[in-house]
């Protein structure tokens, strides 16, 4: 992103809506992502390249259950609807 970086980005996330969840998705080395996590905004991190399954599980876990449909296993469909309340 040429404006901010993905760590702004969640700061400013944060402060409009506290309470939406934040997972990254980076192509960043794991040993540079994972020690800032704890003091940042961002809720999960995902390292490319990634299984559809990891990102179903990653999604799954920050959604409330009413808004998963199909079981937790298989990756999940969103709707715009799940999007728009989460926006």
Not at 11 to 36: C, M, W, Y
Request: net charge negative.
């Amino acid at each position: 992103m040429p404006q901010m970086d993905g760590w702004e980005l969640a700061f400013l996330i944060k402060a409009l809506k506290p309470e939406v969840p934040i997972v990254a998705f980076t192509g960043d080395s794991p040993d540079v992502i994972l020690p800032r996590i704890p003091d940042s905004e961002i809720n999960q991190a995902l390292f490319k390249p990634i299984r559809i399954e990891v990102l179903g599980d990653a999604i799954s876990a920050i959604l409330p259950s009413e808004m998963i449909r199909g079981p937790i296993s298989s990756p999940i469909r969103i709707s715009i609807g799940i999007i728009n309340r989460l926006v």
